[in-house]
T-cell receptor, first 116, second 118 residues
């Protein structure tokens, strides 16, 4: 099956610093990747849709200048949390489309961000 | 308004018994897809089962089956012969739109925490 990886799996950073999270499709090419955020005991909330070679589409209420998304290749999308604050602490999950007419999005294992 | 509603925040089931997790949805699209995902404590999202809006038969995948009632807009997940390893959060999700099966965003419900006891 298709595999999506995320790096790092967890990160602790100080308030005011920036953190980059990578999402890679390991054995397939993904034109579209999605970034979700999940707070404890809550559901997944879509933050943005990332398309290779073009600007990401952000969901309403998500600050595009704070959450920078770059989808530079068909196998890599990155999410950079700029000037992180404690309220940005969350579980960030990416997913990737299968590259064909499949119905499934393939999810990465997630990245747990803690901002101190 | 909620597009995906899961009314059961938590469910308990005894090992080897069957359990039904409820999901209702709201859409005006004719073409849509419904998914169930399992999320264990590790956080990974595990795909369980899919039902397309035009599929006439209920989807089944091993011990998982989806009770799809289109007129009622419900897509309940049935887990048969529950196992201790089934203890996890379960999310119902919907994909809307016709732009492409796999490039449309998923909308998730609030989830149901299932606990299987011996």
């Amino acid at each position: 099956g298709a595999v999506v990886s995320q790096h790092p799996s967890w990160v602790i950073c100080k308030s005011g610093t920036s953190v980059k999270i990578e999402c890679r499709s390991l054995d397939f090419q993904a034109t579209t990747m999605f970034w979700y955020r999940q707070f404890p005991k809550q559901s997944l909330m879509l933050m943005a849709t990332s398309n290779e070679g073009s600007k990401a589409t952000y969901e309403q209420g998500v600050e595009k200048d704070k959450f920078l998304i770059n989808h530079a290749s068909l196998t890599l999308s990155t999410l950079t949390v700029t000037s992180a604050h404690p309220e940005d602490s969350s579980f960030y999950i990416c997913s990737a489309d299968g590259g064909g007419r499949t119905y499934e999005q393939y999810f990465g294992p997630g990245t747990r961000l803690t901002v101190t | 308004a909620q597009k995906i509603t899961q009314t059961q925040p938590g469910m308990f089931v005894q090992e080897k018994e069957a359990v039904t997790l409820d999901c209702t949805y709201d859409t005006s699209d004719q073409s849509y897809g419904l998914f169930w995902y399992k999320q264990p404590s590790s956080g990974e999202m595990i795909f369980l089962i899919y039902q397309g809006s035009y599929d006439e038969q209920n989807a089944t995948e091993g011990r998982y089956s989806l009770n799809f009632q289109k007129a009622r807009k419900s897509a309940n997940l049935v887990i048969s012969a529950s196992q201790l390893g089934d203890s996890a959060m379960y999310f119902c999700a919907m994909r809307e739109g016709d732009t492409g099966w796999n490039t449309d965003k998923l909308i998730f419900g609030t989830g149901t925490r299932l606990q299987v006891f011996p």
